[in-house]
Every structure is written in C-alpha cells, then in structure tokens.
C-alpha cells in the first residue's frame, strides 16, 4: 500500500520553481524541462506541481502526467533520506537478492517504490547495475555493498537505521 504524504514547499522552493516557470512559459515543449526541474527542486512530483505546470505552461494535466509516467526518473512519493536500491539482475538473484529485498521490505514496513512515513529510507528494485562479480549488491544512495548475505546485508540497514 503506497503511503500518502502532504506537501510541503519552502519558500525558496517555490520561488525557485516559480522562477523556471516564468522563464518556460511560452517555450514549446516546456513541460519537459518543468517536470525535470520539478523532480530537480523537490525531489518528486506532487499533484500540486503537476498541477501548477499545467495551469501556468497551459498544458494539459493528463499530458503531464503521461509523460511523467513514461519516464523512469520521475517519482510521484517523496524519496528517503537513504534510498536503497536492491540488484535483482540475474547473479544477485540467483545468488539471493530477493530474500534480501524481501528481508528489508519486513523491517522497514514498506514494499518496492514506496518510503517510510518519517522519509528515512525509500526501497526500490532495480536491474542489474554491472557488478556482477560482486552479487547480490545493493546500493544506499551511491555507496554499494556487494558479496552480501542476509545477515551482512542486515547489518548494513541497522547502519543506517543507527543513522550511521
């Protein structure tokens, strides 16, 4: 069950984000580059950014939200503090990926793609990311740990769950 959260804008965010609309106005194909700076600035897509893209570059929402939903780099929840990314490329699942990610799911009460309710730890699945000869691996935002077992890759989220 994905988890809802409120949205919240500083006010430097906006006037940043403000600012990019301002100067996309008018531009054809605009929404893109909207929606990347949108990711860019808040870390996600909210509706209320959705929303303001296409009240302000008058485009239609439902055209935003489809290209938003064709490309991979757009998320719609709000990513954690520490995003950990589980290999389930064939090595590091054949070598025990899935237990793992399924291990990390029961302790942080999430599934792939979702965040926890404080936005501590995001967990996501993805393919292979060429370590082959190190699976399974996982990644905590840009540091990889690779040749893990349950209980290496254990300790590595109580790390993080110590707040390292």
Not at 9 to 20: D, G, I, L, R, V
Not at 86 to 95: H, I, L, N, P, R
Not at 98 to 108: H, K, M, Q, R, W
Request: aromatic residues 10%.
């Amino acid at each position: 069950m994905e988890t809802q959260f409120a949205f919240i804008e500083t006010e430097s965010q906006e006037a940043e984000f403000q600012a990019s609309l301002t100067e996309l106005k008018g531009q054809p194909g605009g929404q893109m580059p909207a929606l990347q700076e949108a990711q860019r600035i808040y870390g996600y897509l909210p509706i209320e950014i959705l929303e303001r893209i296409s009240e302000e570059l008058e485009f239609p929402l439902e055209e935003l939200y489809s290209t938003a939903t064709f490309y991979s780099q757009f998320s719609f929840v709000p990513k954690g503090k520490y995003t950990i990314s589980v290999c389930m490329g064939t090595a590091c699942y054949v070598k025990g990926a899935g237990d793992i990610i399924d291990s990390y799911a029961t302790e942080l009460k999430i599934q792939p793609g979702e965040t926890t309710t404080d936005r501590k730890f995001s967990l996501e699945s993805c393919r292979c990311i060429g370590a082959c000869g190190l699976a399974p691996v996982l990644t905590v935002n840009e540091e990889v740990y690779g040749r893990l077992t349950k209980k290496k890759a254990d300790k590595v989220l109580v790390t993080y769950q110590k707040g390292e």
